[in-house]
């Protein structure tokens, strides 16, 4: 007998060939905290009453894999509000970024801030996010760029796990910015990351993943491959921040790494893209920098698609470039601003996202084995999550096969 079955609802089981995976009257049944059974209601055998221990008549309405948020900055002190009006007159990020604001103007609000405070401030971010169906974040670091505050910035993001409903993948990012004390060394720096910060926070069990910035206004190609000799050395998986401003090659030097995800890629050409494909990097597109930014090149979507390079979608939630803490937003932005199905970007934030984090065995579609982690919805389409805007119509979170009310 299952633990507990539900019935009299649509399934997006993000599985399969079709679009969506969908099941028009389908069921699903848990057990042991994984889904047990998946498929139409009419192969079901016997009474429904006899089948589970609890049956959940959902009347109507969708169930889908509950959410990914693939990259996210969402633990970091401070905000920057006064940036984004120096932008809508006419400043760029890179203008900013040079002038000392930026990423940097963040890594000195972090650094102040205490780990109860950065705690406390990344709770309350993530609660929007929890209540759209979201169990799953990756949360970076970057922010510190120095030791003590690197690592604070993961124990924090490990706390989070505790304290909320989620799943948390940690990602150090200590190459995201040459801080102002190593301004004139970015190699040095490059070397204390490897050889010094990354060590100690895998020392306490702080890493999960590695990241990097590949961009003129952050590090070099040759900076970033140290880095990521320095993971496999650990045996960590990486990704990387790749062709946002430009196209350094970035994307490429991450699929020859085995990259999980490059992410931005806006500036993303042929090669990468090609190979990319070869490797099964995952595209991870970051519509609210793209929004923010008010940029106007957008990444080679339809390319990316032609090629079969899986994309995903995440907030990239962070201060500066996209303060964002709504995925289904986020999802109408990869839509209207990318040209995205809205399968794409419902695949791109369950399938997908949870590729670009190595949980695919685990998490992102609705199949036998996978945790069972969905959401149940009240819309009458799949395609209204990517539809409506600053509209939220979970009313269910399912989590390891318990129910909570959205909210």
Known sequence: MWDSLWVDVGLATMAG???YGRIEDGAIAVKNGRIAWVGARADLTGPIEGLASIVHQADGGWITPALIDCHTHIVHGGQRAGEFERRLMGASYADIARAGGGILSTVNATRRASEEELLAAATRRLRPLLAEGVTAIEIKSG?????DTELKMLRVARAIEARLPVAVTTTFLGAHAVPPEWMNDADGYVDFVCDEVLPGAVEQGLVDQVDAFCEGIAFSPAQVARVFEAAALFKLPVKLHAEQLSDLGGAALAAAAGALSADHLEYLGPDGIEAMAESGTVAVLLPGAFFTLQETRRPPVARLRKAGVPIAVAT????????????LVTMNMACVLFGLTPAEALAGTTLNAARALGLQN????L????????VHWAIEEPAELAYRIGFNPCTTVIRNGVPTLAG
Do not use: I
Request: glycine share 12%; hydrophobic share 25%.
């Open 17 to 19: 060939s079709t679009p």
């Open 143 to 147: 922010y510190g760029l120095d030791l």
């Open 367 to 374: 199949e036998v084995g996978k945790v069972a982690d969905f």
């Open 316 to 327: 990239d939630s962070n201060p500066g470039s996209s303060p964002v803490t709504s995925l």
């Open 362 to 365: 685990d998490r992102g579609s």
